[in-house]
């Protein structure tokens, strides 16, 4: 059966995130004290057992659409017990996630597939490809080269550290404008800032003279990968610079970028990324009719 959380059952929802994503202790506590809400949850349970066997959360974010702001659910951590897989729990829990949302007034779901063969599962129960990112992989030379004309920061004038309320509202001004930009808000920011910092990464900022950067880095070794990197493109040879000067062994670097990105547009390649569907069960053709330098763009999405 598929009900909401109920008290005491948080330790199994834990122990089951633990047994499906083999993420580590800190990394599941810090998500179920910062986003966890209970009726944002939904879980199957198995009669039998009486413990949940599978579960997917909702989160709340909004969609730019016509000038405005459509109201939306992120599905997040998806996921069923290895011994009950392929009976069609998650598919019921999925329906199930469409229509309380339409209950609630909530217009879209979106969710980012964790494999590419997931596209077409999703796609059997009402979600269409929409989102889609650039994925550009640059040696260490290759970022020099880009770097080489960036603009000179020069005597005792330097660059500044972006706080967390600049990078948002950046952020924000930057894509707001964008038809089906998924907007987090500034909770929603902070658990994310909290949870890639936890997890190892870093946030490379720059801001000098009016103009802003920012990079969400996680280095593994000789490569770096950036989960979000956003700037004019003016500015986005001065932000690499500062990414090199912050991992100065780093030879490897991988990018993943809204494909509105004009300083990387001849690099790379274009992939599908993210999954929307209508509440309503209708087609959401404004979302899916969004091609090459229009198409919508689903950041930071805890994947």
């Known amino acids: 059966m598929i009900i909401f959380p109920q008290d005491g059952m948080k330790s199994d929802l834990k122990r089951l995130w633990r047994a499906c994503f083999g993420d580590s202790e800190d990394y599941i506590s810090f998500f179920f004290e910062h986003r966890y809400i209970p009726e944002n949850c939904l879980v ?3 009669r039998m057992i009486k413990r949940p066997v599978a579960m997917l959360h909702l989160l709340p974010v909004t969609i730019s659409e016509d000038g405005g702001l459509s109201s939306a659910q992120y599905i997040y951590a998806a996921c069923t017990r290895s011994d009950y897989r392929k009976q069609g729990i998650m598919a019921q829990l999925l329906d199930t996630a469409i229509k309380l949302g339409q209950s609630r007034g909530i217009k879209y779901s979106v969710t980012v597939p964790a494999e590419r063969h997931l596209f077409r599962y999703y796609g059997k129960h009402g979600f269409y490809r929409s989102y889609k990112v650039r994925m550009v992989y640059m040696s260490r030379s290759d970022l020099l080269f880009l770097s080489k004309d960036s603009m000179e920061i020069k ?11 600049e990078i948002y509202a950046f952020r924000r001004d930057m894509l707001i404008d964008r038809e089906g930009y998924v907007n987090w808000d500034m909770n929603a920011f902070k658990y994310a800032v909290g949870i890639h910092e936890q997890d190892g990464g870093h946030i490379i900022t720059v801001a000098y003279k009016g103009d802003l950067g920012y990079a969400f880095c996680s280095p593994d070794g000789d490569t770096v990968r950036i989960t979000e990197f956003i700037a004019k493109e003016h500015f986005a040879a001065v932000l690499i610079k500062r990414i090199l000067q912050s991992y100065p062994k780093a030879q490897k670097f991988i990018f993943r970028l809204p494909v509105c ?28 009719t969004l091609e090459g330098i229009r198409a919508p763009y689903l950041g930071l999405p805890l994947d």
């Open 261 to 288: 990105d004009t300083f990387f547009e001849k690099y790379g390649e274009v992939l599908d990324f993210a999954m929307i569907a209508r509440n309503d069960g209708k087609t959401p053709v404004s979302m899916t």
């Open 44 to 46: 199957y349970v198995d």
């Open 155 to 165: 005597g005792s004038v330097r660059e500044t550290m972006m706080q967390l309320n």
